[in-house]
């Protein structure tokens, strides 16, 4: 699969950093574009680099290069995840603005009728925000909130991000066992 992977300004940067570890590990191609503040939040959120983010991805973008291949619904690829998404990013996908590479990547997606996942990441939510949310539902995008489950008994933060990020691999349809599923209780 090949994958576009684009990391907004929002916290919850760990959920982008893993979710390129495993793609990684799975064989996917990954397309990798970070927001100059998600650059800010990598160094406040981890113990690393922005560069060492980037290692994780098979190409690296800049916020506004829209020479960018998947820049253009011409080039096939199969999915997009917004991970962190943030409301600004989530704002300029519900409108149709493609002023930065990342939305406009989710404006091809949507067109192109290919698989945006949108991993939002602020609470409390105001009306604007749902609305965006409402409209870029409506538009075809899945909106897969920040929310931690514990169902799976997570035993630390890892275990918490290993659960969010294998939903969004399960909606990629990649395979995975990163958190101990729903089984009725039992």
């Known amino acids: 699969m090949e994958i576009i992977v684009g990391i907004s300004g929002a916290s919850g940067v760990q959920y982008g950093i893993r979710l390129l570890q495993v793609l990684r590990q799975k064989g996917c191609t990954t397309h990798l574009v970070i927001t100059d503040s998600a650059a800010k939040i990598i160094e406040v959120e981890t113990d690393q680099l922005k560069k ?19 820049a253009s619904g011409s080039h096939l690829f199969d999915a997009m995840v917004i991970i962190p ?25 949507l067109k192109e009728k290919r698989r945006l996942i949108m991993v939002t990441r602020e609470t409390p939510l105001s009306l604007v925000q749902l609305r965006n949310m409402v409209a870029a539902a409506e538009a075809g995008a899945v909106i897969l909130p920040a929310c931690p489950a514990f169902y799976s008994r997570p035993k ?22 990163l958190f101990r599923r729903w089984n009725g209780g039992g």
Do not use: K, W
């Open 52 to 70: 060492d983010v980037e290692e994780l991805a098979d190409h690296v973008y800049q916020p506004r290069d829209f020479a960018a291949p998947f």
């Open 156 to 177: 630390n933060l890892d275990d918490l991000v290993d659960v969010l990020v294998g939903r969004v691999l399960d909606l990629l349809g990649v395979d995975n066992d």
């Open 85 to 109: 998404c943030s409301m600004g990013t989530l704002s300029a996908v519900a409108c149709g603005s493609s002023d930065t590479l990342i939305a406009r990547a989710a404006d091809v997606c």
